[in-house]
């Protein structure tokens, strides 16, 4: 009877497409619930399900003394600056300084010819001796034509004549004595020396040229940077504080930091400030000075800025990025006891450094949540990790680690396609339809609880060594929407393998 041979192999063939489809269906289906279960499986965790518990890094609030400062951005100013002329013309011969060096005023920087000028000098100090012999002359003369005049030997305009010429060669001998002071004085110019003190730049001028008091750069420029100063604009709501704090001589400390704002170059104090607030910008000019004895800083460098003009005396403090903001304002996180979190509103303040000073229901101690919590509600459920990357769990695994995982999913997935149909892909499936019989095959309901699930030590699921190592490294990488959709479409395209067999 042939018909009914092919009646019952029509049969036979309907059964097992109808035991391969639904059984895929209610295997995928549990797979699916295990990695989408709150707070079941280890594995659900390690794709970042919407409500599992989630890694977060807190550190406590605490009480600091908290600056309250102003930043801006300055320049280093010369306290004095002077460029060294030449007061005579002269070949110069020499230069007593190094370029860079520390000078001090009236130190003796550079040497013109003097010798035109010792033979002025010469001449001048000449006629003063000549006049002044004239002089002793015509005054012996007027003591003995006053004798005479007495004795009526001679008339009196005689005496009035040698008084008059008396007077004239004293005159004489004063303007003998100013031209030997002048030649003194343009010999003193040829010896140059430092008008202020303070640090050298580099020389203008070589020796063997002529040096003129009309040359534009001198000889050398000096630049008094011992101490420096600092000029700076901060905004002019700031004006009546510091004004307050110079009045009563009280110091408001400024630092200066490199461009970067990494190093703190010196700290200094403020001197004083501009005496009207520049409308265009609304800012006022204040100057600051430091000792600068390290040479730090150097004229016409740009700065940054940090006016300390108030500390917070014990002001309860967190980090800065504890502190977020939403529709409530701003707020931070609080790990309970019970490692849930809850939000707590708060009210920032000043900002040093990496701290924020906030008011608020929050006390001393309690953890604010700091790296995570872009995923967080109020009431979740957090595990605490170290903020440190490299003091976490794991942190020091051996690099092979991952190969080792994928090379144990691939002897499992060898040992099932070694148990036969019953826990494997049929012989000739895709590399899809293989990874679907995978999933099915750790997903038994007989299967142990935690074969889904991440250990503590980070491993691989043990459903997981059911695929074949290249998808299983797929499927590892996927996040938790990712996942489900594609355990979705291994189950609809087993289906459609089971219709295209009939």
């Known amino acids: 009877m042939p018909w009914v041979l092919a009646v019952l192999l029509a049969l036979a063939g309907g059964g097992f497409w109808w035991w391969k489809t639904h059984a895929a269906d209610a295997v995928g289906g549990n797979v699916a619930a295990a990695a989408s279960a709150p707070g079941g499986a280890s594995g659900a965790r390690r794709f970042g399900g919407a409500s599992a518990v989630q890694p977060v890094s807190v550190q406590a609030a605490r009480r600091l003394d908290i600056r309250v400062t102003v930043s801006a951005i300055g320049s280093i100013t010369a306290l004095n600056t002077a460029i060294v002329h030449v007061q005579v013309s002269g070949v110069l011969q020499r230069l007593d300084f190094k370029e860079g060096q520390q000078v001090k005023a009236g130190q003796e920087l550079a040497q013109l010819d003097p010798r035109a000028f010792q033979a002025a000098l010469a001449q001048a100090e000449g006629a003063l001796a000549r006049d002044k012999a004239q002089l002793d002359g015509a005054r012996v003369d007027l003591v003995r034509y006053r004798d005479l005049l007495a004795k009526d030997g001679i008339p009196k305009q005689q005496l009035d004549t040698q008084v008059a010429l008396v007077g004239q060669l004293e005159g004489t001998v004063k303007l003998d004595q100013a031209a030997v002071d002048s030649a003194r004085l343009q010999l003193s110019y040829t010896r140059v020396v430092a008008p202020i003190s303070g640090r050298v730049g580099l020389k203008q001028l070589d020796i063997g040229n002529v040096a003129q008091p009309s040359d534009a750069n001198g000889i050398v420029i000096i630049t008094q940077t011992r101490p420096i100063a600092l000029v700076f604009a901060v905004p002019s709501a700031n004006v009546p504080l510091i004004t307050a704090r110079l009045r009563a001589n009280q110091a408001l400390p400024v630092e200066a930091w490199d461009r970067g704002g990494t190093t703190r170059l010196a700290v200094g104090r403020v001197a004083t400030t501009d005496n009207a607030i520049d409308p265009t910008t609304d800012t006022i000019k204040v100057k600051a000075v430091f000792a600068n004895d390290d040479d730090a800083l150097f004229p016409n460098q740009a700065v940054n800025v940090v006016l300390q003009l108030d500390t917070l005396a014990a002001a309860l403090a ?29 009210r920032p303040g000043a900002v040093d450094g990496n701290w924020m000073a906030v008011e608020g229901a929050l006390e001393p101690g309690e953890k604010v949540v700091i790296d995570g919590t872009d995923r967080l509600r ?35 997935a060898a040992s099932s396609a070694r148990s036969g149909p019953a826990s494997g892909p049929a012989p000739g499936a895709t590399s899809a339809s293989a990874s679907a019989a995978g999933l099915a095959a750790a997903g038994r309901p007989n299967a142990p609880a935690s074969a889904g699930a991440d250990s503590a030590g980070g491993e691989r699921p043990a459903w997981m060594d059911r695929l074949p190592p290249d998808v299983a490294d797929k499927v590892m990488k996927m996040s938790p929407d990712e996942r489900r959709e594609w355990i979705r479409k291994r189950r609809e395209e087993r289906a459609r393998q089971g219709d295209a067999g009939q």
């Open 318 to 346: 967190v980090p800065q990025a504890a502190v977020l903001r939403g529709a409530q304002g701003f707020y931070v996180y609080v790990v309970n006891a019970d490692n849930s979190v809850s939000m707590r509103v708060v």
């Open 378 to 412: 109020e009431g979740a459920k957090v595990e605490i990790i170290a903020a440190d990357p490299s003091k976490r769990a794991g942190a020091a695994a051996p690099p092979g680690g991952a190969r080792r995982g994928a090379s144990g999913a691939a002897t499992g």
